[in-house]
């Protein structure tokens, strides 16, 4: 982290050793064809259409080129949520704070197969899960993109740095890195760990939205009065004490340390969009309890976040609450610590498919 992270490269060979992909390519084609999952398809060379082409999803297997077409690639967003395997492949990155992991995104590629030369605005690992691809990389770019496609493609890529990877090899790559990956020798799976990272003004929007929520429903009755108001020959100018009524309206929102924080955590724990529990008909807790794959859940120094939904917590049960977050499992020893409150929340999170007893 200290040497890499946010500021160049890194190739590690064999970081997974012998690895093999935790699901099968037709797995994956499943995946694509399902409305709830995000999905891409980038052909190259698709004959009469632009040099590159972009559909997205759900896709049939008969919507995908024949596997011996040479030059495509399908990318299957968010396959953490739906897997297994791949939600517990995903837990190796847990050295970087839930809060900022993404998704495990998993691209097909036939040979020649790739996205075009480009670069993100987020970080990402590149694991390469199957067969073999070529990254060619550049720090250095010029920005302009092609302008003959939807797909954004650098117009004038120009590497610095190349390497093929095989199974287990991974590729660090911070943002704003010019890159591209090529299917060589046949079909090619590549996994890619992403990362999100809120752009200030949209966390802005989220967080004063969900501040004015909160503030609607305060019982602050409070309104504006205006005892020494005088006649007035300029009848269209705004008071200077409306104004004054306004940015103490503000502050009175903002004025609750916590309810910030509060703010923040429900919207970091807030799932993925598509994604619905199911309710569990008659739950007992029994055992080790183990969160589900999809669920989020936080904390910070006075509240528990899932989901979402936000708790104050403290002593013992923060102390388990923060075990169960971190591992996103607990021992039956350890929850039977509990409290009869913490224990009632745990039972609703149960019901709701939010956790499930693991024996
Ligand atoms: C891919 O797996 O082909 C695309 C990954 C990326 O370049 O971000
Ligand atoms: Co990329």
Redesign the pocket.
């Known amino acids: 982290m200290r040497r890499h992270w946010h500021k160049k490269p890194l190739l590690i060979r064999q970081a997974f050793p012998g690895f093999s992909p935790v699901l099968s390519r037709s797995e994956l084609f499943a995946l694509a064809s399902r409305e709830e999952v995000e999905s891409r398809l980038i052909a190259r060379h698709a004959p009469g259409q632009p040099h590159w082409r972009v559909q997205h999803g759900p896709f049939a297997r008969r919507d995908l080129p024949r596997l011996s077409t040479p030059d495509w690639?399908l990318?299957v967003q968010g396959v953490d949520l739906h897997h297994d395997a791949a939600h517990e492949l995903l837990q190796q990155f847990r050295f970087i704070p839930d809060a900022r992991l993404d998704d495990l995104?998993i691209?097909f590629?036939t040979e020649g197969g790739?996205?075009g030369p480009?670069y993100?605005s987020y970080d990402?690992f590149?694991l390469q899960a199957q067969g073999q691809?070529r990254w060619r990389l550049a720090k250095k770019f010029d920005p302009t993109l092609r302008a003959d496609t939807a797909v954004k493609i650098l117009a004038n890529f120009e590497p610095e740095q190349e390497f093929v990877l095989a199974p287990g090899d991974m590729l660090y790559l911070p943002q704003h890195y010019a890159?591209d990956?090529v299917a060589e020798g046949g079909e090619c799976m590549?996994y890619?760990i992403g990362f999100r990272s809120p752009a200030r003004a949209e966390l802005a929007q989220e967080l004063l939205t969900r501040l004015g929520d909160e503030a609607a429903q305060s019982f602050d009755a409070q309104r504006y009065r205006d005892p020494k108001q005088e006649a007035v020959q300029q009848p269209a100018a705004i008071p200077h004490a409306l104004q004054d009524f306004a940015q103490q309206a503000i502050q009175a929102a903002l004025r609750d340390p916590q309810a910030l924080a509060r703010a923040l955590g429900e919207l970091l724990s807030e799932p993925k969009p598509n994604v619905w529990f199911e309710s569990a008909p008659k739950p007992s807790l029994r055992g080790a309890i183990k969160l589900d794959r999809r669920t989020r859940m936080l904390y910070d120094d006075r509240h528990i976040f899932i989901n979402g939904e936000s708790f104050r917590a403290g002593g013992r049960d923060a102390r388990l609450m923060h075990e169960l977050a971190d591992r996103r499992s607990l021992p039956a020893s350890k929850r039977a610590q509990l409290s009869p409150e913490a224990l009632d929340l745990l039972g609703q999170w149960l019901a709701a498919g939010w956790l499930h007893s693991a024996r």
């Open positions: 690639t990318l995104m691209s590629a790739g996205v480009h993100d990402v590149l691809r890159h990956g590549t890619s």
